[in-house]
């Protein structure tokens, strides 16, 4: 099971850090990622992790801005993003992959978290 949290409303320019809690069963030696669903588009890829924590990918509108990070002893992941923009505003989902070096494909992901909504005013 995956538990995210951590969104809510920010002003432009702003940060927040989400979380995405796994149980380890669910997390082990698997690369994990984040996506969001901003109303009326499509889910889509924000940023991944590899299984170790080595290797990192980002979409290009949030590199730079945002950090993907996770911590195995707590089995939990995180994205820190920064610089928030009015477009950032979605759902975002963390979601455990089939993969151990996961890339932006909805279908590298077979278990999804419940999702937690970030709103950036402007």
């Known amino acids: 099971q995956l538990q995210a949290s951590g969104g809510g409303l920010v002003q432009a320019g702003g940060s927040l850090r989400l979380s995405c809690a796994a149980t380890r069963r669910t997390a082990t030696n698997n690369g994990m990622g984040w996506f969001r669903q901003a109303p009326g588009k499509e889910r889509e890829f924000v940023a991944s992790?590899?299984?170790?924590?080595?290797?990192?990918y980002y979409a290009d509108n949030v590199q730079g801005r945002f950090t993907i990070s996770r911590d195995f002893a707590k089995s939990t992941m995180y994205l820190q993003m920064n610089n928030l923009k009015p477009e950032d505003t979605a759902v975002y989902y963390c979601?455990?992959?089939?993969?151990?070096?996961?890339?932006?494909?909805?279908?590298?992901?077979?278990?999804w978290g419940q999702g937690t909504l970030v709103t950036v005013s402007s």
């Open positions: 992790i590899s299984w170790r924590g080595d290797s990192t």
């Open positions: 979601a455990v992959s089939r993969a151990s070096y996961p890339g932006r494909g909805l279908t590298e992901y077979n278990y």
